[in-house]
Every structure is written in C-alpha cells, then in structure tokens.
C-alpha cells in the first residue's frame, strides 16, 4: 500500500509563503512521477504542478507558473511545492499524487493520492 503523507498547509496572507510538504516510500519516490492538485469544494481537481520521477522535468499550470516551484528531495523521499507570492484564488485543498505521469496534467496518470492539505490565502 502506498502512503502519501502531506503537511505544511495553513492560513497565509495575500503575497505571503508557504511550502508544502508530500512524503512516500523510497520505491515510489525513484519510480513514480509525482504532482500536486488542488481543489475547491465540489469542483474538479485542478491541475497544479508535477515533477517527472528523474526530477529532470517539471510541469506548472499557467496560473501558478513564476510562482510555484516543484522539487524533490533525494535525502527525505519528500517532493515539495513552494508556494510563492500568493493569492486569494490559489485557496483550495492541495493533494500530491503518484503515478506514471505520462500525462503530467491528467489526474487520471496518477494512482496514489494524498489525504490533502488546506491552504488558505486571506486577502
């Protein structure tokens, strides 16, 4: 079974950081491609950014590129996503989820997913 652990989620003013955090198994780290989405409510997940297994190749939707970065930590099994300068509209529930990746910004690519993490942005 694999367990995605996520932390570092929490109440931010507009312009404000935060960095959130996705642990896993040392297999499904060096194998599997890794992403973060988000959603609001009832609506569909939205596609935030994910990161190839290799780390080599990274992918960002065009509302959070320039602000968001996406990385892995070899030492830790751990893929983080620094948040940067936010905003209001990036309020949401934030999950990180593994899989091939194939297609990075399909959630269908992805078979794991995290229990999700509240991000909050005030204005």
């Known amino acids: 079974q694999v367990q995605l652990v996520e932390s570092g989620g929490g109440l931010v003013q507009a312009g404000g950081s935060l960095k959130l955090s996705c642990a896993t198994s040392r297999r499904t780290f060096s194998s599997d491609a890794t992403a973060w989405f988000r959603q609001v409510s009832e609506m569909e997940r939205e596609f935030v950014a994910a990161i190839s297994w290799s780390g080599a190749s990274t992918f960002y939707s065009d509302s959070v590129k320039g602000r968001f970065t996406i990385s892995k930590d070899y030492a830790k099994n751990t893929v983080y996503l620094q948040m940067n300068n936010l905003k209001p509209e990036d309020t949401a529930v934030y999950y990180c989820?593994?899989?091939?990746?194939?297609?990075?910004?399909?959630?269908?690519?992805?078979?794991?997913w995290g229990q999700g993490t509240q991000v909050t942005v005030s204005s």
């Open positions: 989820a593994t899989g091939s990746g194939r297609d990075p910004e399909s959630p269908h690519e992805y078979d794991h």
